[in-house]
Protein backbone atom coordinates (compact mmCIF):
# COMPACT_ATOMS: atom_id res chain seq x y z
CA UNK A 1 0.00 0.00 0.00
CA UNK A 2 1.43 3.38 -1.13
CA UNK A 3 2.02 6.12 1.65
CA UNK A 4 -0.89 8.58 2.55
CA UNK A 5 -0.32 12.09 2.43
CA UNK A 6 -0.02 13.33 5.42
CA UNK A 7 -2.61 15.79 7.60
CA UNK A 8 -3.07 19.23 7.58
CA UNK A 9 -1.50 19.66 11.13
CA UNK A 10 1.56 16.83 10.89
CA UNK A 11 4.83 17.25 12.07
CA UNK A 12 6.06 17.05 8.31
CA UNK A 13 3.90 20.10 7.32
CA UNK A 14 4.60 22.02 10.39
CA UNK A 15 8.46 21.84 10.06
CA UNK A 16 8.16 22.97 6.47
CA UNK A 17 6.01 25.67 7.86
CA UNK A 18 8.67 26.37 10.24
CA UNK A 19 11.36 25.94 7.93
CA UNK A 20 9.88 28.27 5.17
CA UNK A 21 9.79 30.76 7.69
CA UNK A 22 13.26 30.67 9.02
CA UNK A 23 14.46 31.30 5.71
CA UNK A 24 12.14 33.76 5.01
CA UNK A 25 13.64 35.81 8.02
CA UNK A 26 16.69 35.48 6.47
CA UNK A 27 15.67 36.92 3.27
CA UNK A 28 14.60 40.75 3.63
CA UNK A 29 17.54 41.72 5.05
CA UNK A 30 17.48 44.69 2.50
CA UNK A 31 15.48 46.75 4.93
CA UNK A 32 18.17 46.66 7.41
CA UNK A 33 20.00 49.13 4.74
CA UNK A 34 19.16 51.99 6.45
CA UNK A 35 20.92 50.51 9.81
CA UNK A 36 24.19 51.07 8.11
CA UNK A 37 23.68 53.35 5.14
CA UNK A 38 24.51 56.81 7.05
CA UNK A 39 27.76 55.21 8.44
CA UNK A 40 28.68 53.56 5.46
CA UNK A 41 28.37 56.96 3.79
CA UNK A 42 30.22 58.90 6.61
CA UNK A 43 33.31 56.52 6.37
CA UNK A 44 33.78 56.50 2.54
CA UNK A 45 32.23 59.95 1.90
CA UNK A 46 29.19 59.35 -0.15
CA UNK A 47 26.62 61.52 -1.26
CA UNK A 48 23.01 60.70 -0.44
CA UNK A 49 22.54 59.83 -4.26
CA UNK A 50 25.40 57.67 -4.29
CA UNK A 51 23.96 55.71 -1.05
CA UNK A 52 20.72 55.34 -2.97
CA UNK A 53 22.00 53.69 -5.73
CA UNK A 54 24.03 51.48 -3.77
CA UNK A 55 20.42 50.79 -1.77
CA UNK A 56 18.63 50.20 -5.10
CA UNK A 57 20.97 47.69 -6.16
CA UNK A 58 19.69 45.55 -3.27
CA UNK A 59 15.73 46.14 -3.94
CA UNK A 60 17.06 45.63 -8.18
CA UNK A 61 18.71 41.81 -7.12
CA UNK A 62 15.67 41.30 -5.42
CA UNK A 63 12.72 42.27 -8.13
CA UNK A 64 14.67 41.24 -11.28
CA UNK A 65 15.54 38.07 -10.71
CA UNK A 66 12.43 37.26 -9.51
CA UNK A 67 11.02 35.94 -12.78
CA UNK A 68 14.01 33.69 -13.27
CA UNK A 69 13.52 32.20 -9.84
CA UNK A 70 10.25 31.71 -9.68
CA UNK A 71 10.66 29.73 -12.99
CA UNK A 72 13.21 27.70 -11.36
CA UNK A 73 11.73 27.39 -8.37
CA UNK A 74 8.45 25.50 -10.30
CA UNK A 75 10.09 23.09 -11.94
CA UNK A 76 13.31 22.10 -9.97
CA UNK A 77 12.48 23.27 -6.60
CA UNK A 78 14.15 24.62 -3.59
CA UNK A 79 17.85 23.02 -3.73
CA UNK A 80 18.99 25.41 -6.52
CA UNK A 81 17.88 28.30 -5.15
CA UNK A 82 19.04 27.70 -1.35
CA UNK A 83 22.34 27.18 -2.32
CA UNK A 84 22.71 30.12 -4.66
CA UNK A 85 21.24 32.27 -1.57
CA UNK A 86 23.75 30.64 0.78
CA UNK A 87 26.74 31.80 -1.55
CA UNK A 88 25.67 34.97 -2.70
CA UNK A 89 24.50 36.30 1.22
CA UNK A 90 28.02 34.87 2.65
CA UNK A 91 29.70 36.62 -0.59
CA UNK A 92 27.91 40.17 -0.73
CA UNK A 93 27.86 40.76 3.31
CA UNK A 94 31.31 40.07 3.58
CA UNK A 95 32.24 41.72 0.71
CA UNK A 96 30.32 44.94 2.13
CA UNK A 97 31.99 44.49 5.55
CA UNK A 98 35.90 44.36 3.62
CA UNK A 99 35.23 48.11 2.25
CA UNK A 100 33.54 49.16 5.24
CA UNK A 101 36.82 48.29 7.06
CA UNK A 102 38.88 49.88 4.43
CA UNK A 103 37.87 53.21 4.16
CA UNK A 104 38.43 54.98 7.36
CA UNK A 105 37.65 57.86 6.33
CA UNK A 106 39.35 58.34 2.34
CA UNK A 107 36.96 58.87 -0.83
CA UNK A 108 35.44 55.98 -2.19
CA UNK A 109 36.75 55.25 -5.55
CA UNK A 110 34.97 54.32 -8.57
CA UNK A 111 35.55 50.78 -8.22
CA UNK A 112 34.60 50.82 -4.35
CA UNK A 113 31.87 51.99 -5.41
CA UNK A 114 30.85 49.21 -8.31
CA UNK A 115 31.62 46.27 -6.10
CA UNK A 116 29.69 48.00 -3.03
CA UNK A 117 26.58 48.00 -6.02
CA UNK A 118 27.49 44.18 -6.84
CA UNK A 119 27.52 43.03 -3.19
CA UNK A 120 24.48 44.87 -2.55
CA UNK A 121 22.83 43.23 -5.55
CA UNK A 122 23.91 40.05 -4.37
CA UNK A 123 22.05 39.82 -1.12
CA UNK A 124 18.93 40.90 -2.94
CA UNK A 125 19.22 38.83 -5.75
CA UNK A 126 19.75 35.68 -2.70
CA UNK A 127 17.08 37.05 -0.69
CA UNK A 128 14.43 36.81 -3.24
CA UNK A 129 15.76 33.00 -4.17
CA UNK A 130 15.17 32.25 -0.43
CA UNK A 131 12.15 34.41 -0.63
CA UNK A 132 10.44 32.24 -3.33
CA UNK A 133 11.32 28.68 -2.21
CA UNK A 134 9.77 29.43 1.65
CA UNK A 135 6.51 31.28 -0.83
CA UNK A 136 5.96 28.61 -3.16
CA UNK A 137 6.23 25.95 -0.54
CA UNK A 138 4.16 27.08 1.62
CA UNK A 139 1.38 28.08 -0.87
CA UNK A 140 1.79 24.66 -2.17
CA UNK A 141 1.44 22.79 0.94
CA UNK A 142 -1.30 24.38 2.30
CA UNK A 143 -5.40 24.56 1.40
CA UNK A 144 -7.13 28.01 0.13
CA UNK A 145 -8.88 28.44 3.10
CA UNK A 146 -6.06 29.05 4.87
CA UNK A 147 -3.73 29.80 2.34
CA UNK A 148 -3.76 33.91 3.16
CA UNK A 149 -3.19 33.41 6.52
CA UNK A 150 -0.39 30.61 6.05
CA UNK A 151 1.49 33.15 3.22
CA UNK A 152 0.89 36.23 5.21
CA UNK A 153 3.01 34.75 8.01
CA UNK A 154 5.80 33.34 5.91
CA UNK A 155 5.97 36.77 4.09
CA UNK A 156 5.87 38.23 7.95
CA UNK A 157 9.56 36.34 8.69
CA UNK A 158 10.36 38.59 5.83
CA UNK A 159 9.23 41.71 7.24
CA UNK A 160 10.76 40.94 10.78
CA UNK A 161 14.21 40.22 8.98
CA UNK A 162 15.67 43.74 9.72
CA UNK A 163 14.71 44.31 13.56
CA UNK A 164 15.94 40.52 14.09
CA UNK A 165 19.44 41.09 12.80
CA UNK A 166 19.69 44.55 14.20
CA UNK A 167 18.38 43.34 17.70
CA UNK A 168 21.03 41.10 17.36
CA UNK A 169 23.51 42.69 16.54
CA UNK A 170 22.93 46.02 18.57
CA UNK A 171 22.77 43.56 21.83
CA UNK A 172 25.99 41.75 21.10
CA UNK A 173 27.90 44.66 19.31
CA UNK A 174 26.44 48.19 20.22
CA UNK A 175 27.31 50.95 17.96
CA UNK A 176 29.90 48.96 15.85
CA UNK A 177 28.24 48.87 12.18
CA UNK A 178 31.60 46.57 11.29
CA UNK A 179 29.95 43.63 13.28
CA UNK A 180 26.54 44.23 12.06
CA UNK A 181 27.80 43.16 8.82
CA UNK A 182 29.40 40.07 10.03
CA UNK A 183 25.92 39.18 12.03
CA UNK A 184 24.41 39.83 8.48
CA UNK A 185 26.92 37.70 6.78
CA UNK A 186 26.67 35.03 8.93
CA UNK A 187 23.12 34.91 9.85
CA UNK A 188 21.62 34.66 6.70
CA UNK A 189 23.56 32.80 4.99
CA UNK A 190 23.16 29.39 7.45
CA UNK A 191 19.57 29.00 7.40
CA UNK A 192 19.89 28.65 3.79
CA UNK A 193 21.77 25.46 5.00
CA UNK A 194 18.89 24.68 6.94
CA UNK A 195 16.39 24.85 4.73
CA UNK A 196 17.94 22.22 2.20
CA UNK A 197 17.30 19.57 4.58
CA UNK A 198 13.51 21.12 6.03
CA UNK A 199 11.57 22.92 3.37
CA UNK A 200 9.91 20.63 0.70
CA UNK A 201 6.22 20.31 -0.65
CA UNK A 202 3.92 18.58 0.86
CA UNK A 203 0.81 17.37 -0.56
CA UNK A 204 -2.52 18.31 0.67
CA UNK A 205 -4.61 15.19 1.92
CA UNK A 206 -7.67 14.13 0.21
CA UNK A 207 -10.53 16.89 0.42
CA UNK A 208 -13.59 16.08 3.06
CA UNK A 209 -16.44 15.62 0.90
CA UNK A 210 -19.19 14.68 3.43
CA UNK A 211 -22.73 16.27 2.93
CA UNK A 212 -23.59 18.80 5.53
CA UNK A 213 -26.85 19.74 7.27
CA UNK A 214 -27.49 22.45 4.19
CA UNK A 215 -27.02 19.30 1.80
CA UNK A 216 -23.88 20.77 0.64
CA UNK A 217 -20.51 19.59 0.64
CA UNK A 218 -17.60 20.12 3.74
CA UNK A 219 -14.50 21.34 2.27
CA UNK A 220 -13.62 22.13 -1.17
CA UNK A 221 -11.56 20.49 -3.95
CA UNK A 222 -8.52 22.78 -3.84
CA UNK A 223 -5.79 22.82 -6.52
CA UNK A 224 -3.33 20.63 -5.92
CA UNK A 225 0.02 20.80 -7.83
CA UNK A 226 1.50 17.93 -9.68
CA UNK A 227 4.78 16.65 -7.24
CA UNK A 228 8.18 16.11 -8.04
CA UNK A 229 10.79 15.49 -6.03
CA UNK A 230 10.58 14.45 -2.02
CA UNK A 231 6.64 15.08 -2.49
CA UNK A 232 6.16 12.07 -4.97
CA UNK A 233 6.52 10.08 -2.12
CA UNK A 234 3.61 10.86 -0.47
CA UNK A 235 1.02 10.37 -3.41
CA UNK A 236 -1.30 7.73 -3.85
CA UNK A 237 -4.16 6.67 -5.16
CA UNK A 238 -7.65 6.95 -3.09
CA UNK A 239 -11.14 5.94 -3.95
CA UNK A 240 -12.12 6.11 -0.33
CA UNK A 241 -13.65 9.84 -0.78
CA UNK A 242 -16.89 8.93 -2.16
CA UNK A 243 -19.82 11.52 -2.09
CA UNK A 244 -22.97 11.42 -3.49
CA UNK A 245 -21.79 13.56 -6.53
CA UNK A 246 -19.67 10.41 -7.84
CA UNK A 247 -23.19 8.60 -7.85
CA UNK A 248 -24.72 11.67 -9.42
CA UNK A 249 -22.15 11.47 -12.37
CA UNK A 250 -22.06 7.37 -12.35
CA UNK A 251 -25.51 7.67 -13.51
CA UNK A 252 -24.98 11.17 -15.74
CA UNK A 253 -27.30 12.79 -13.81
CA UNK A 254 -25.03 16.31 -13.62
CA UNK A 255 -21.94 18.04 -14.83
CA UNK A 256 -21.40 20.55 -12.41
CA UNK A 257 -19.38 21.11 -9.70
CA UNK A 258 -20.79 21.73 -6.56
CA UNK A 259 -18.94 24.81 -4.60
CA UNK A 260 -18.78 24.61 -0.46
CA UNK A 261 -21.41 24.39 1.75
CA UNK A 262 -22.28 28.61 2.22
CA UNK A 263 -22.69 28.48 -1.91
CA UNK A 264 -23.67 25.41 -2.54
CA UNK A 265 -27.35 26.40 -4.07
CA UNK A 266 -25.40 27.47 -7.23
CA UNK A 267 -23.63 25.14 -9.50
CA UNK A 268 -20.33 25.79 -11.79
CA UNK A 269 -20.27 24.77 -15.17
CA UNK A 270 -18.03 22.77 -16.58
CA UNK A 271 -17.92 25.53 -19.59
CA UNK A 272 -17.68 28.80 -17.66
CA UNK A 273 -13.98 30.11 -17.91
CA UNK A 274 -12.74 32.75 -15.79
CA UNK A 275 -8.85 34.27 -16.01
CA UNK A 276 -8.29 30.52 -17.67
CA UNK A 277 -10.04 28.92 -15.04
CA UNK A 278 -11.77 25.37 -15.70
CA UNK A 279 -13.90 22.59 -14.38
CA UNK A 280 -12.82 19.34 -15.73
CA UNK A 281 -13.98 16.21 -15.41
CA UNK A 282 -11.21 13.53 -13.58
CA UNK A 283 -10.59 10.40 -16.15
CA UNK A 284 -10.17 7.84 -13.48
CA UNK A 285 -12.91 8.69 -11.54
CA UNK A 286 -15.95 10.02 -12.30
CA UNK A 287 -16.16 13.34 -10.21
CA UNK A 288 -15.40 16.82 -11.39
CA UNK A 289 -11.69 18.71 -10.61
CA UNK A 290 -11.45 22.25 -10.27
CA UNK A 291 -8.69 23.16 -11.80
CA UNK A 292 -8.69 27.11 -10.68
CA UNK A 293 -7.05 29.60 -13.27
CA UNK A 294 -4.13 28.57 -14.97
CA UNK A 295 -2.34 32.09 -16.84
CA UNK A 296 1.00 32.68 -17.11
CA UNK A 297 3.97 32.86 -19.92
CA UNK A 298 2.53 35.13 -22.72
CA UNK A 299 -0.94 35.04 -21.55
CA UNK A 300 -0.21 36.74 -18.39
CA UNK A 301 1.65 39.55 -20.15
CA UNK A 302 -1.65 40.15 -22.37
CA UNK A 303 -4.18 39.97 -19.43
CA UNK A 304 -5.25 43.17 -18.17
CA UNK A 305 -5.52 42.15 -14.72
CA UNK A 306 -1.67 42.02 -14.90
CA UNK A 307 -1.38 45.56 -15.87
CA UNK A 308 -3.84 46.53 -12.93
CA UNK A 309 -1.73 44.87 -9.94
CA UNK A 310 1.73 45.62 -11.93
CA UNK A 311 0.74 49.38 -11.55
CA UNK A 312 -0.52 49.21 -7.62
CA UNK A 313 2.35 47.56 -7.01
CA UNK A 314 4.51 50.31 -8.60
CA UNK A 315 3.01 52.86 -6.80
CA UNK A 316 2.77 51.70 -3.47
CA UNK A 317 6.07 49.70 -3.42
CA UNK A 318 8.18 52.51 -4.72
CA UNK A 319 6.73 54.54 -2.13
CA UNK A 320 7.85 52.23 0.46
CA UNK A 321 11.27 51.46 -0.77
CA UNK A 322 12.02 55.33 -0.91
CA UNK A 323 11.00 55.66 2.88
CA UNK A 324 12.73 52.43 4.17
CA UNK A 325 16.02 53.00 2.07
CA UNK A 326 15.95 56.53 2.73
CA UNK A 327 14.59 57.05 6.75
CA UNK A 328 18.12 56.79 8.76
CA UNK A 329 18.31 60.13 6.65
CA UNK A 330 15.08 61.55 7.42
CA UNK A 331 15.64 60.76 11.11
CA UNK A 332 19.02 62.19 11.24
CA UNK A 333 17.69 65.34 9.51
CA UNK A 334 15.09 65.95 11.87
CA UNK A 335 17.19 64.97 14.66
CA UNK A 336 19.35 67.88 13.43
CA UNK A 337 17.14 70.57 13.14
CA UNK A 338 17.79 73.72 15.44
CA UNK A 339 19.83 71.16 17.73
CA UNK A 340 23.24 73.08 18.76
CA UNK A 341 24.03 70.21 21.38
CA UNK A 342 24.29 67.22 18.33
CA UNK A 343 24.90 63.98 19.73
CA UNK A 344 26.23 60.82 16.86
CA UNK A 345 25.32 58.28 19.55
CA UNK A 346 21.64 59.67 19.93
CA UNK A 347 21.51 60.38 16.74
CA UNK A 348 22.11 56.60 15.80
CA UNK A 349 19.48 55.85 18.26
CA UNK A 350 17.34 57.74 16.76
CA UNK A 351 18.18 55.89 13.56
CA UNK A 352 17.92 52.24 14.97
CA UNK A 353 14.42 52.82 16.55
CA UNK A 354 13.01 53.73 12.94
CA UNK A 355 14.69 49.96 11.71
CA UNK A 356 12.95 48.47 14.17
CA UNK A 357 9.53 49.95 14.00
CA UNK A 358 9.22 49.47 10.44
CA UNK A 359 10.88 45.98 10.72
CA UNK A 360 8.35 44.99 13.52
CA UNK A 361 5.27 46.54 11.87
CA UNK A 362 6.13 45.12 8.02
CA UNK A 363 5.92 41.92 9.81
CA UNK A 364 2.60 42.32 11.54
CA UNK A 365 0.87 43.83 8.48
CA UNK A 366 2.15 41.06 6.80
CA UNK A 367 0.39 38.50 8.90
CA UNK A 368 -2.60 40.93 9.40
CA UNK A 369 -3.23 41.43 5.94
CA UNK A 370 -3.21 37.24 5.74
CA UNK A 371 -5.95 37.01 8.17
CA UNK A 372 -8.23 39.76 6.49
CA UNK A 373 -7.74 38.97 3.10
CA UNK A 374 -9.43 35.04 4.71
CA UNK A 375 -12.40 36.81 6.27
CA UNK A 376 -13.27 39.28 3.35
CA UNK A 377 -13.32 35.38 1.01
CA UNK A 378 -15.02 33.35 3.56
CA UNK A 379 -16.61 35.20 6.02
CA UNK A 380 -17.98 38.48 4.01
CA UNK A 381 -17.91 36.61 0.16
CA UNK A 382 -15.66 39.58 -0.95
CA UNK A 383 -13.12 39.28 -3.69
CA UNK A 384 -9.51 39.59 -1.67
CA UNK A 385 -8.87 42.18 -4.52
CA UNK A 386 -10.54 44.95 -1.91
CA UNK A 387 -8.12 44.64 0.82
CA UNK A 388 -5.51 46.59 -2.06
CA UNK A 389 -8.20 49.38 -0.92
CA UNK A 390 -6.95 48.92 2.71
CA UNK A 391 -3.72 48.85 2.04
CA UNK A 392 -3.80 51.75 -0.59
CA UNK A 393 -5.17 53.72 2.19
CA UNK A 394 -2.48 53.18 4.78
CA UNK A 395 0.03 54.14 2.69
CA UNK A 396 -1.81 57.21 1.95
CA UNK A 397 -2.16 58.13 5.79
CA UNK A 398 1.59 57.44 6.22
CA UNK A 399 2.77 59.56 3.41
CA UNK A 400 0.40 62.56 5.43
CA UNK A 401 1.87 61.89 8.35
CA UNK A 402 5.52 62.14 7.38
CA UNK A 403 4.78 65.25 5.81
CA UNK A 404 3.17 66.41 8.73
CA UNK A 405 6.26 65.00 11.62
CA UNK A 406 8.97 67.55 12.35
CA UNK A 407 10.41 66.47 15.64
CA UNK A 408 12.33 62.92 15.44
CA UNK A 409 10.64 62.06 18.90
CA UNK A 410 6.98 61.67 16.79
CA UNK A 411 8.84 60.36 13.18
CA UNK A 412 7.58 56.31 14.67
CA UNK A 413 3.90 57.10 14.06
CA UNK A 414 4.40 57.98 10.50
CA UNK A 415 7.39 55.11 10.43
CA UNK A 416 4.70 52.48 12.07
CA UNK A 417 2.22 53.21 9.60
CA UNK A 418 4.47 52.84 6.09
CA UNK A 419 5.83 49.60 7.67
CA UNK A 420 2.01 48.31 8.30
CA UNK A 421 1.35 49.67 4.73
CA UNK A 422 4.26 48.07 3.12
CA UNK A 423 3.81 44.94 5.15
CA UNK A 424 0.52 44.28 4.03
CA UNK A 425 0.88 44.91 0.51
CA UNK A 426 3.56 42.21 0.05
CA UNK A 427 1.78 40.17 2.07
CA UNK A 428 -1.75 39.97 0.05
CA UNK A 429 -0.22 40.48 -3.30
CA UNK A 430 0.69 36.83 -3.50
CA UNK A 431 -2.59 35.20 -2.69
CA UNK A 432 -4.57 37.78 -5.42
CA UNK A 433 -2.12 36.32 -7.85
CA UNK A 434 -3.02 32.99 -6.61
CA UNK A 435 -6.31 33.88 -7.61
CA UNK A 436 -6.44 35.84 -10.42
CA UNK A 437 -3.90 33.74 -11.68
CA UNK A 438 -3.53 30.43 -10.46
CA UNK A 439 -1.10 27.82 -8.45
CA UNK A 440 0.76 26.28 -10.74
CA UNK A 441 2.81 28.98 -11.86
CA UNK A 442 3.02 31.16 -8.71
CA UNK A 443 6.44 32.16 -8.36
CA UNK A 444 7.11 32.41 -12.46
CA UNK A 445 3.95 35.05 -11.87
CA UNK A 446 4.93 36.74 -9.16
CA UNK A 447 8.26 37.01 -10.26
CA UNK A 448 6.71 38.99 -13.35
CA UNK A 449 5.12 41.31 -10.68
CA UNK A 450 7.53 41.82 -8.79
CA UNK A 451 9.52 43.87 -11.65
CA UNK A 452 6.84 46.31 -10.50
CA UNK A 453 8.58 47.72 -7.61
CA UNK A 454 11.99 48.50 -10.14
CA UNK A 455 9.94 51.35 -11.54
CA UNK A 456 8.09 53.02 -8.56
CA UNK A 457 11.43 52.17 -6.52
CA UNK A 458 14.16 53.69 -8.82
CA UNK A 459 11.97 56.52 -10.06
CA UNK A 460 11.19 57.39 -5.93
CA UNK A 461 14.33 56.59 -4.16
CA UNK A 462 16.87 58.73 -7.05
CA UNK A 463 14.42 61.87 -6.89
CA UNK A 464 14.69 61.28 -2.82
CA UNK A 465 18.57 61.27 -2.91
CA UNK A 466 18.75 64.36 -5.25
CA UNK A 467 15.87 66.12 -3.51
CA UNK A 468 18.47 65.76 -0.16
CA UNK A 469 21.44 66.76 -1.93
CA UNK A 470 20.40 69.85 -3.36
CA UNK A 471 19.09 71.35 -0.25
CA UNK A 472 22.29 69.84 1.65
CA UNK A 473 24.62 71.81 -1.03
CA UNK A 474 22.23 75.09 -0.92
CA UNK A 475 22.23 74.98 3.37
CA UNK A 476 22.60 78.23 4.18
CA UNK A 477 26.17 77.81 6.58
CA UNK A 478 25.31 81.54 8.12
CA UNK A 479 22.64 79.47 10.40
CA UNK A 480 24.11 76.86 11.48
CA UNK A 481 27.29 78.84 12.46
CA UNK A 482 28.47 76.61 15.47
CA UNK A 483 31.60 74.67 14.91
CA UNK A 484 29.48 71.40 16.10
CA UNK A 485 27.49 71.93 13.51
CA UNK A 486 30.19 71.61 10.42
CA UNK A 487 29.96 67.55 10.64
CA UNK A 488 26.85 66.60 11.10
CA UNK A 489 25.04 62.97 10.77
CA UNK A 490 28.32 61.29 10.39
CA UNK A 491 28.18 62.57 7.18
CA UNK A 492 30.03 66.00 5.43
CA UNK A 493 28.96 69.17 5.68
CA UNK A 494 28.67 69.66 2.00
CA UNK A 495 26.30 66.25 1.96
CA UNK A 496 24.03 66.82 5.32
CA UNK A 497 21.23 68.79 4.94
CA UNK A 498 19.99 70.38 8.71
CA UNK A 499 16.69 72.24 8.14
CA UNK A 500 14.48 69.09 9.13
CA UNK A 501 11.11 68.46 7.29
CA UNK A 502 12.15 70.94 4.45
CA UNK A 503 14.99 68.62 3.19
CA UNK A 504 12.46 66.21 2.01
CA UNK A 505 9.27 67.25 2.22
CA UNK A 506 8.48 67.81 -1.71
CA UNK A 507 9.34 64.63 -2.14
CA UNK A 508 6.50 63.07 -0.31
CA UNK A 509 3.66 65.34 -2.00
CA UNK A 510 4.96 63.46 -5.24
CA UNK A 511 4.75 60.06 -3.39
CA UNK A 512 1.20 61.07 -1.67
CA UNK A 513 -0.37 61.51 -4.81
CA UNK A 514 0.94 58.16 -6.11
CA UNK A 515 -0.75 56.47 -3.24
CA UNK A 516 -3.71 58.75 -4.18
CA UNK A 517 -3.33 56.70 -7.88
CA UNK A 518 -3.32 53.66 -6.24
CA UNK A 519 -6.07 53.78 -3.88
CA UNK A 520 -8.36 54.59 -7.13
CA UNK A 521 -7.36 51.73 -9.04
CA UNK A 522 -7.55 49.55 -5.96
CA UNK A 523 -10.89 50.41 -5.56
CA UNK A 524 -11.68 49.70 -9.32
CA UNK A 525 -9.65 46.46 -9.05
CA UNK A 526 -12.27 45.26 -6.58
CA UNK A 527 -15.41 46.26 -8.55
CA UNK A 528 -13.83 44.69 -11.35
CA UNK A 529 -13.42 41.10 -9.55
CA UNK A 530 -16.85 41.34 -7.85
CA UNK A 531 -18.22 41.88 -11.10
CA UNK A 532 -16.49 38.88 -12.53
CA UNK A 533 -17.62 36.86 -10.30
CA UNK A 534 -21.68 37.90 -10.64
CA UNK A 535 -21.10 37.38 -14.57
CA UNK A 536 -19.86 33.73 -14.09
CA UNK A 537 -22.67 33.33 -11.37
CA UNK A 538 -25.51 34.51 -14.26
CA UNK A 539 -23.72 31.75 -16.80
CA UNK A 540 -23.93 29.14 -14.66
CA UNK A 541 -27.52 30.04 -13.69
CA UNK A 542 -27.58 30.31 -17.87
CA UNK A 543 -26.39 26.77 -18.76
CA UNK A 544 -28.07 25.16 -15.75
CA UNK A 545 -31.59 26.28 -17.54
CA UNK A 546 -30.43 24.61 -20.96
Not at 145 to 157: E, M, N, P, Q
Not at 358 to 387: E, K, Q, T, V, W
Request: hydrophobic fraction near 45%; charged fraction near 15%; include cysteine.
Amino acid sequence: MEPQPPALLSAPRMLTLIGSILVSLSSGTNYIYSAYAPQLGARLLLSHTQLNVIGLAGNVGVYISGPAWGRVVDSKGPRIPLISAFACLLIGYLGIKRIYDDGAGTVASFMHIVILISCTFMTGFAGNAGLAVAMNTTAKSFPDTSRGTITGLVLSGFGLSAFFFAAVASIAFPGNTSALLLVLALGTAMPMLLGLVIVRQIPLPPPSTTLGIEGGLHGREEYQPIPSGDAALFIRGSDSNTSLLDTEHAHGASNYHVPESSTAVELVSDQIVSRGSSVRMSTSRAKPVHDGPNVYGKQLWLTPDFYLIFAIMALLSGTGIMYINNVGSISQALYAKGNPNYDELEASRWQAAQVSTLSICNFAGRILIGLIADMFRYRLHLPRAYCFCIVSTLFVVSQLSVISVDDVAHLWKATALLGLAYGSLFGIAPTIIIDWFGLSHLSENWGYVSLSPLVGGNLFSLMFGRNLDSHASNDDSETHSPLSLIRRGGLPSEHQCFDGRSCYVSSLYVTATACLIALGLSVWAGIRDQRKSVEAKREVLWHAEE
